[in-house]
């Protein structure tokens, strides 16, 4: 008799699609993996109510959450609507105690909302936003990964990470993060798988690693 299929949702970065998990392969006999993307959100949405919407989209119960990003901060939020065997987050924060202090900073001096006319202007200046570092050599290829740049969109998802206001760590999530991120720079990290010389863009650049590492994490008791 098969075991049960263990169905595994993704979801992304701020304003990217889901096409940076098109390398993430996960053994079919065991998973199934499933894409989930941004949507609009409705003005004044609370990200917790924004996250209630996101749940429409996930068809099963008993699933694994990764996030990327601004993503993995969305699939802690989308935890606490439903049940999930696995929550992983990527390249990102458990509370706002792990944000960088140039965000706090943006945080305490609403400069946040300065932002986001300048990313929709230079496709650029968001590629670097979004991805961090310097990625010159490859900024043709990143721009296949960004298409959310409403200006609904970005100046919400701006303001939801900076004001995030999570105190506590969720129990047992599963922090995967690189010694090389700008963005979210591991000195601030508690509590993490570290992959060494991972960078922000991990999960594009170093999917090998999690295809290999995934299926023993989301397992493991």
């Known amino acids: 008799m098969n075991e049960e299929i263990i169905h595994v949702y993704l979801m992304p970065g701020m304003a990217a699609n889901p096409t940076i998990f098109e390398h993430i392969k996960l053994p079919e006999d065991q998973f199934k993996i499933h894409w989930l993307e941004w949507i609009i959100p409705n003005d004044n949405e609370s990200i917790s109510s924004y996250a209630l919407r996101v749940v429409n989209n ?37 509370s706002m105690h792990e944000l960088p202090k140039h965000i706090l900073l943006a945080k305490k001096t609403k400069a946040y909302a300065l932002i986001p006319t300048q990313l929709i202007s230079n496709i650029n200046l968001l590629i670097k936003y979004v991805f961090g570092g310097n990625i010159k050599k490859h900024i043709e290829m990143y721009k296949k990964y960004l298409s959310v740049a409403d200006s609904k969109y970005l100046s919400w998802a701006i303001k939801q990470m900076v004001c995030w206001d999570q105190n506590e760590n969720i129990p047992d999530i599963v922090h995967i993060h690189g010694d090389k991120d700008t963005v979210f720079p591991i000195k601030n990290i508690t509590g993490c798988i570290t992959i060494a010389n991972g960078t922000h863009i991990m999960i594009i650049n170093k999917y090998k690693w999690f295809n290999e590492n995934l299926p023993r994490i989301i397992l493991e008791n």
């Open 58 to 94: 996930i068809k099963h119960e008993n699933i694994v959450l990764l996030g990327v990003s601004f993503g993995g901060v969305l699939v802690q939020e989308i935890s606490k609507h439903i049940n999930v065997r696995k929550l992983i987050i990527v390249s990102s924060v458990k």
